[in-house]
């Protein structure tokens, strides 16, 4: 089954948002996509609609980080679909592991907020990913399923077609250490193994994304593993050279 490629850059907290629309215009004006991938790139919130509209019109995606799973209300900070999409995202990461281990997200929280995104017709980017200790103890695959599980509980094959899965070993995210091509391609096929649950060609088609420390060195190998599909980009994304040679691997899959 040939995937398209994905390419996201997650910018984090980084960027005024001048630099931001910088950083969009010069990816944007990039016409070198040999692999014909889509991009997608997550600045923050309060550059979030200037992006939007510096890339209208370009191939390039937005969305957000993070969004709150109400509608509405007194839930002072948070941001609701709506509002992302109002700012002109389609597509918004949930569950990175900084929002699971920083600012409290749990499984449950991450379910109503797939739910949240699937009603408001935005694309889901759910991250799974076990730490250094779970690793070592031989308990990645088991983790990377109760987050599957726990996250997508409820939801149909119907619903779920959106989806896009990242893989971040939470021990390679930041950390300059990235897993080999194997320990990513171990993981992608085990989750693509998970979701057959939702039929043999639903899994055959998921777009499973591989982050943590992906840089212009090391992507071509990793993006040439038969299950890993894209990259979610962190500190590389941040530099638009980089960026797009990202965007430009070489994987000869
Ligand atoms: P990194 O971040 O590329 O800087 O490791 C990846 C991520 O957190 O999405």
């Known amino acids: 089954?040939?995937?398209?490629?994905?390419?996201?850059?997650?910018?984090?907290?980084?960027?005024?948002?001048?630099?931001?629309?910088?950083?969009?215009?010069?990816?944007?004006?990039?016409?070198?996509?040999?692999?014909?991938?889509?991009?997608?790139?997550?600045?923050?919130?309060?550059?979030?609609a200037s992006v939007a509209q510096t890339v209208k019109g370009t191939k390039i995606l937005v969305a957000a980080q993070d969004v709150h799973f109400e509608e509405k209300g007194a839930f002072t900070s948070a941001?609701?679909?709506?509002?992302?999409?109002?700012?002109?995202?389609?597509?918004?990461?949930?569950?990175?592991?900084?929002r699971r281990s920083?600012?409290?997200?749990?499984?449950?929280?991450?379910?109503?907020k797939l739910a949240a995104a699937f009603k408001h017709n935005l694309v889901p980017v759910f991250c799974v990913g076990e730490t250094l200790a779970e690793?070592?103890?031989?308990?990645?695959?088991?983790?990377?399923?109760?987050?599957?599980g726990n996250g997508l509980a409820g939801f149909t094959a119907e619903q779920l077609k959106t989806l896009i899965i990242a893989y971040e070993p939470v021990w390679a995210?930041?950390?300059?250490?990235?897993?080999?091509?194997?320990?990513?391609?171990?993981?992608?096929?085990?989750?693509?193994?998970?979701?057959?649950?939702?039929?043999?060609?639903?899994?055959?088609?998921?777009?499973?994304l591989y982050g943590g420390s992906v840089k212009t060195d090391n992507a071509d190998a990793i993006m040439a593993e038969p299950d890993v599909d894209g990259a979610l980009v962190g500190g590389q994304s941040l530099v638009a050279e980089q960026f797009i040679r990202i965007i430009n691997f070489n994987a000869n899959k």
Not at 102 to 112: M, S, Y
């Open 79 to 98: 941001v609701s679909p709506s509002q992302i999409k109002d700012a002109g995202a389609t597509h918004v990461i949930i569950g990175h592991s900084e």
């Open 102 to 112: 920083l600012f409290g997200d749990t499984d449950g929280i991450l379910n109503k």
């Open 135 to 148: 690793r070592e103890a031989g308990k990645t695959l088991s983790v990377i399923e109760s987050q599957l």
């Open 173 to 208: 995210i930041g950390t300059g250490k990235t897993a080999t091509p194997q320990q990513a391609q171990e993981v992608h096929a085990s989750i693509r193994k998970y979701m057959e649950k939702y039929g043999k060609d639903f899994a055959a088609k998921i777009i499973i």
């Open 1 to 48: 089954m040939k995937r398209k490629p994905f390419i996201a850059g997650n910018w984090k907290m980084h960027n005024t948002i001048a630099e931001s629309t910088a950083l969009a215009a010069a990816i944007a004006k990039s016409k070198e996509n040999k692999n014909q991938a889509d991009i997608l790139v997550a600045p923050s919130y309060t550059s979030l």
